[in-house]
């Protein structure tokens, strides 16, 4: 036999490190945080273990636990007190996340993010403003540009509550652009925008749509989120977000979308963001109540993975557990 190619050479401990490509770190971890103006506990995430959702009055008290596990970056998502058709609890000075927001960055030093979209506080669930015949017309069209104009009302609120950078969600044309001039006309020319640039419609948001009670209330987001079957047009999407001066771009799912991750990686220089969904939690832990996977170790091994496919910031719910990990 040639043993001239030995790769197992490198395997061994001691070396095996050194030759590592790829990393985590705590630093390139966002946890997602729930913030519910319904409830005045906390209330256990089904679908999600280990996840709640909190009263505005456990705000600081949940980020300082995710700030003690060496994650240092959150993402609000806020479930309003009540929802109407236009979803006007979203952009409220004294609304769910705007109140949440300015209690963590007063008694904090956490970097805040905040999810900027309609569908947790519309009646309907869909993440913009609907035609009045939506109900009965299955193919319905959210209306885009009026859709745009509440989208930058929202960033600026969040940013004036004193959001470090803002992540719109909604997958309307447009979207970043608006915000960006919205927060610009604001005052808030330095709070960066994450794009979620390339947005599947995807079936792993099963859990968060229990989380944040965002589930449309008839038919779908197949007609503004993207289609599973495209890799190409990602590439497109994310191009456009770029022109309109989105400074992070997000793939979202992350583990059945590492191919994109990768292209996005490769086609601009922009850090890349992978959002690794309530889904993608869920499965693992499933599978590890059964008794059928090792959860640290697919949990390691996942995040990794997105790493190693080009992503430098992951969203994940595994964020504090990993992070304690490392
Ligand atoms: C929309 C939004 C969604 C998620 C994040 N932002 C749900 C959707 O698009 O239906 C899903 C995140 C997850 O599944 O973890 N505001």
Redesign the pocket.
């Known amino acids: 036999m040639d043993l001239t190619h030995r790769p197992r050479r490198l395997r061994r401990d001691g070396v095996r490190e050194m030759v590592s490509e790829t990393s985590l770190d705590a630093s390139d971890l966002i946890a997602?945080v729930f913030v519910d103006a319904t409830t005045d506990e906390r209330v256990p995430i089904e679908s999600m273990p280990g996840h709640e959702r909190v009263p505005v009055e456990q705000a600081v008290a949940r980020v300082k636990e995710v700030l003690e596990t060496g994650v240092e970056a959150v993402m609000l998502?806020g479930i309003p007190e009540s929802k109407d058709a236009r979803g006007s609890r979203a952009w409220a000075d004294d609304g769910v996340v705007q109140e949440a927001t300015r209690r963590i960055a007063a008694e904090t030093d956490a970097y805040v993010l905040t999810?900027?979209?309609?569908?947790?506080y519309t009646d309907h669930g869909h993440?913009g403003v609907v035609e009045s015949t939506a109900e009965s017309d299955p193919d319905l069209t959210v209306r885009n540009d009026e859709t745009l104009d509440l989208l930058g009302k929202i960033a600026a609120s969040h940013a004036e509550a004193g959001a470090d950078m803002v992540a719109p969600?909604?997958?309307m044309d447009g979207m970043v652009g608006g915000i960006r001039k919205s927060l610009d006309a604001e005052g808030f020319s330095d709070v960066p925008v994450m794009s979620?640039a390339a947005?599947y419609?995807?079936a792993?948001?099963?859990?968060?749509?229990d989380?944040?009670d965002?589930?449309?209330a008839f038919g779908d987001?197949r007609h503004y989120?993207m289609d599973p079957a495209n890799r190409r047009e990602a590439v497109r999407e994310v191009r456009r977000d770029v022109e309109q001066g989105a400074d992070v771009l997000m793939v979202?799912?992350a583990l059945p979308y590492l191919d994109v991750i990768r292209d996005v990686r490769e086609a601009f220089d922009h850090p890349v963001a992978a959002?690794?969904?309530?889904?993608?939690?869920a499965m693992l832990h499933a599978a590890s109540e059964k008794g059928w996977l090792d959860l640290e170790a697919v949990a390691l091994e996942s995040l990794l993975s997105i790493k190693r496919a080009g992503a430098d910031l992951i969203?994940t719910?595994f964020a504090e557990d990993v992070a304690e990990l490392l």
Do not use: H, I, T
């Not at 792993?204 to 749509?209: C, Q, S, T, W």
């Open positions: 997602p998502f999810d900027v979209c309609l569908c947790e993440c969600s909604a997958s979620y947005k419609e995807s792993f948001y099963g859990p968060f749509r989380a944040a965002g589930a449309p987001r989120q979202k799912p959002y690794n969904v309530s889904g993608e939690y969203l719910y």
